[in-house]
């Protein structure tokens, strides 16, 4: 489906959405534009993960030297959309990894990151894809990932506690095996084991 019929698709639903809440765009004008802006903050901003493919981002590499060591790029800022109530969430990620031979610039990190949460999807999963992705495109001896995150699905609705945390981790090859490389990870990003 290209993105233009994604876009009208997308666009009716929201009419329909409004519509079914006894707010037809036309009716209201502060409505008027509302189901194509929304569809393209779908589009543009919430759910263009599914447009990046994890192989691609993390192609372009540099040759690693064999004294580097893990690499961490910390306070990583995210949105994504929790499938259960399409409700968002945001929150920061901390992810590191291990290079044996390539090694790749910090922004295809955050790209990496940015291709797994921009989904509909759990936040259990973004660490597990984020981990998986440098294990199996970069050849890491080891990946680590731990998402912070506001769930909004928690905060405006059903129990409704503003404030609480969703705390998630990951860990692959030598973060797993390693406790002394797990815990310098902890420390390095400021967290307790």
Partial sequence: MTRDEKLARLTKAFEDVLRAVDRSPGRYPELLDT??????????DLLNGYDADPGVILQSTMEARSDHG??????????????HHLMPCHGIAHIAYVPTTRIVGFSRIAELLDCYSRRLTLQEDIVKNVCDALMTHLGAAGAACIIDAEQLCMVIRGVRKPGSRAITSEYAGAFRTEAVLRNEFLTVIGAEE
């Fill in 35 to 44: 189901p194509v802006r929304t569809a393209n903050t779908w589009l543009d």
């Fill in 70 to 83: 893990m690499v961490v790029i910390r306070n990583l800022t995210f949105q994504s959309m929790c499938p």
